[in-house]
C-alpha cells in the first residue's frame, strides 16, 4: 500500500528535527513514540526555555524588588495571558495554574464543590470518564450526600445522549465530561451537554486533558464553566497544569490550598483572600516549568491548531483502515476519524494487551497498555485493558506502518496461543 | 517468523510458558477449599484466584482462575503443577527459591525449580516480573491467614 502523503503546509520532517528525544533507538530498533496521550515529547525550543530560565531569571515571583524576580514574575504573568489566548479565555486572570489535570479537577471539587453542593444534590458524570474526573465527584458525592448519576456509553462508544434533557434533571447541580476520551479516542458533543446542564442552571466541568492538545479550543464557545488540561501532553513540562473557570465562580470560591502567595493580608485571628487567581496559586508555583510552557503553547500556535487536528485526524484515518484490514481485532470508538482524536485502541481477542504492549516495546514501538485509567468503561466493554496507540505532530504514517508490523508479529509470535 | 530473532522475547515467551497459557493445567476451583485467595495488578487488570485443599501438612488439591496476560497465567497454572503434593514448608521453600530466581539471586538453582525456571526470562523485563510473581503472592498471603487462623 502507498503511504498517505501529510499535506504539505505540515511538514512532519523538518517537526521531527525539532524533537531531540526522536533521533534515539529503542532496542536497537528507532524509536515510534505513540503513546502521545500519557505525555507528549518536548521541542527543543521547550527545554531550552527551561535552561534558559535557570541560567538568567531564576528568581521567586510575585514578591521580590530585585530585577531577576520582576524578569520571572513577568514571564509567568506572560505565560498566563498566552494559556488564555490559546484557549479564548476573555481574560488571563481566568487561567490558574496547578500541577495537572486531575489537581485542577479536585480544586474544583473541593473549592467550588464542597460550597456548592450538598445531600440529595445530583452530580452527572459519564461512563467514559478517567478516573481523575471520576474519584473527585465521587469522593464529593460521599462528603455531602449527593449521589452521581453516568451518561452510558454505546457499543460505538459514544455517549448516549437521546435522553439528555430529561436525565440532567432539576436537582443536578453539576455535570462533568471529558472533551475527547482518553481511552476511546471518542469527541464528545461538549456544546451540547454543557447547554443541557446550564438550562438546569447546573454548572459544567470539561476535562480538556486530551482537547486542547489537539484540537482548536474555545472556551466561550463551549461556554463551559471549567476546562482543566495539562501542559506535558502538548509539548510542556511536567508538572504544570491549567484551570480555565469563569471569572464569577472563581471568585466566589473560597481558596484550595492555603499558605503564602494566596493571601492579601493576615492577622493573628484570621486572613483574607488574594484576588482571582492568585488566591488559588498558594505557595511557590512552578514557575519554570510555567514559563517553558509558553514555548509549547507558541509552538503549537506557530503550527496552527487547525493544522494540528488536521494531520493527527490523518493518521488516524490510515491507522484505523491499516487496522481493519486485520479482520480479527476488535476495534474501540468509533469508526470515522472526523469522530475521535488521534487515539485507536483495539485487541486481539485472545492476546492480553500487556503482550502486545511488550512485543512492540521490543520493535521499538511504545504504546500504552491497559486500563487507561478508565476502569469503568473498559468494564463497560468487558475487557481488563486495550492497546492504545496516541498521535501527535510529529507522528508519520510511516511510524503507523511499523506498528501494524510490530501487531502483525505479535501475532506470529503467539500462534493461535489461548484461541 | 522474521530471521532476526529477539533471543530475549523468545526467552520471555518460551514455549513451555505458551502452553500453560494456551491450555492452562488446573483451571476452576474446588468445592471446599482449605484456603482461598485472590489478588490483581490493578495497572494491568491481572486477576489470579486459588482454591488449595490441605490434608494432614500437604497440599491435596489446587485450582485457579484468572484473567490476564500470558505471563500471570501461565505462571498461575505452573505453580499449581509444582506445590501438589508438597508439604507446606516445601511450599514455602519453593517460594522463597521462586522468589529468588525472579529478583536474580545468585543462590538459586534454577533447575531445582522444574518448568518453573521456564519463567527466568520475564527477569530481562522488570515491568512484567509482577505478572510472574502475581500466583504466588496470592498462594503466600492465603498461607499467612491460613497459619494465623490455626494458631
Given at each position: 500500500?502507498?503511504?498517505?502523503r501529510v ?6 520532517a523538518?517537526i ?8 534515539r533507538?529503542v ?7 505513540l ?10 525550543a521547550v ?20 530585577a ?6 513577568a ?6 495571558a ?13 487561567i ?50 449527593a ?18 434533557g ?16 482518553n ?5 464528545n ?8 446542564a ?46 480555565y473557570?469563569?471569572y464569577?465562580?472563581l471568585?466566589?470560591m473560597q ?26 496559586e498558594?505557595?511557590?508555583?512552578n514557575?519554570?516549568d510555567?514559563?517553558a510552557?509558553s ?18 485526524e ?20 468509533p469508526?470515522?476519524?472526523?469522530r475521535?482524536?488521534?487515539v485507536?485502541s483495539?485487541n ?27 476502569q469503568?468503561?473498559m ?13 501527535y ?7 503507523v ?9 505479535v501475532?506470529?509470535f ?5 484461541r | ?63 485457579f482462575?484468572?484473567r490476564g ?6 505462571s ?47 527477569r ?5 516480573v509482577?505478572?510472574?510473581t ?18
Open positions: 500500500m502507498k503511504p498517505l499535506r504539505s503546509m505540515f511538514d512532519v523538518s521531527r528535527e525539532d524533537f531531540p528525544i526522536l533521533q533507538q532496542h536497537g530498533k528507532p524509536l515510534v513514540y503513546d502521545n496521550a500519557a505525555t507528549t515529547q518536548k521541542p527543543r527545554i531550552e526555555a527551561l535552561v534558559h530560565f535557570y541560567e538568567h531569571h531564576n528568581a521567586n515571583i510575585h514578591r521580590a524588588i530585585h531577576l524576580g520582576e524578569e520571572a514574575t514571564a509567568y504573568e506572560e505565560t498566563r498566552s494559556v488564555a489566548r490559546f484557549i479564548n479565555a476573555p481574560r488571563p486572570e481566568c490558574v495554574f496547578t500541577r495537572n489535570t486531575t489537581e485542577a479537577i479536585n480544586l474544583v471539587a473541593y473549592a467550588w464543590g464542597r460550597q456548592n453542593i450538598g445531600p440529595g444534590d445530583e452530580i452527572v458524570l459519564t461512563e467514559m470518564e478517567h478516573h481523575s474526573n471520576l474519584v473527585p465527584w465521587q469522593r464529593l458525592a460521599q462528603e455531602t450526600g449521589t452521581v448519576k453516568y451518561i452510558g456509553v454505546s457499543d460505538e462508544g459514544t455517549l448516549a445522549l437521546n435522553d439528555l430529561s436525565f440532567i434533571g432539576e436537582r443536578v447541580k453539576l455535570v462533568a465530561v471529558t472533551h475527547v476520551s481511552a476511546l479516542g471518542t469527541i458533543p461538549v456544546e451540547e451537554i454543557v447547554a443541557a446550564h438550562r438546569r442552571g447546573a454548572v459544567a466541568v470539561v476535562d480538556g486533558a486530551q482537547g486542547a492538545p489537539h484540537m482548536p479550543v474555545d472556551v466561550q464557545a463551549l461556554d463551559c464553566d471549567f476546562y482543566a488540561f495539562s501542559a506535558h501532553k502538548m509539548l510542556g513540562p511536567t508538572g504544570v497544569g491549567v484551570l473557570g469563569r464569577e465562580l471568585d466566589a481558596p484550595f490550598l492555603s499558605g503564602g502567595e494566596m493571601i492579601r493580608r493576615v492577622r493573628l485571628d484570621g486572613a483574607n483572600w488574594n484576588d482571582v487567581p492568585w488566591k488559588f498558594a505557595g511557590t508555583p514557575v519554570a510555567v514559563i510552557f514555548a509549547a503553547l507558541d509552538y503549537l500556535t506557530a503550527l496552527g491548531m487547525a493544522n494540528v487536528r488536521a494531520h493527527e490523518e493518521l488516524t484515518a490510515y491507522a484505523l483502515r491499516r487496522l481493519r484490514q486485520r479482520e480479527e481485532l476488535i476495534i474501540y470508538g469508526l470515522d476519524a472526523s475521535r482524536g488521534g485507536v483495539f486481539y481477542p485472545d492476546i492480553h494487551p500487556h503482550d502486545v504492549g511488550t512485543i512492540l516495546d521490543r520493535e521499538g514501538v511504545a504504546i500504552r497498555a491497559g486500563h487507561h485509567c478508565a469503568p468503561l468494564n463497560r466493554f468487558g475487557v481488563a485493558g486495550t492497546v492504545r496507540a496516541s498521535f505532530i510529529y507522528n508519520t504514517v510511516e511510524e506502518d511499523a506498528l501494524l508490523q510490530g501487531i502483525e508479529k501475532r506470529a503467539f500462534g493461535d496461543a489461548g | 517468523m522474521p530471521v532476526d530473532r529477539d533471543v530475549e522475547l523468545d526467552e520471555l515467551y518460551r514455549e513451555i510458558i505458551l502452553d500453560h497459557y494456551r491450555n492452562p493445567r488446573n483451571r476452576g476451583s474446588l468445592e471446599e477449599p482449605s484456603l482461598s485467595g485472590e489478588g490483581d495488578n490493578p495497572l494491568c487488570g491481572d486477576e489470579v484466584k486459588l482454591d488449595v485443599a490441605i490434608q494432614g501438612d500437604h497440599v491435596a488439591g489446587v485450582r482462575l484468572g496476560c500470558s505471563i500471570s497465567q501461565a498461575a497454572s505452573m505453580l499449581t503443577q509444582a506445590i501438589m503434593g508438597l508439604s507446606l514448608d516445601e511450599v514455602e521453600a519453593l517460594f522463597e527459591s521462586f522468589k529468588g530466581m525472579m529478583y536474580g539471586s545468585d543462590q538459586v538453582d534454577a533447575e531445582s525449580l522444574g518448568d518453573l525456571e521456564a519463567l527466568q526470562g520475564v530481562k523485563f522488570p515491568v512484567r509482577k505478572c510472574a502475581l500466583a504466588w503472592n496470592v498462594l503466600q498471603e492465603a498461607l499467612d491467614r491460613h497459619r494465623k487462623a490455626k494458631t
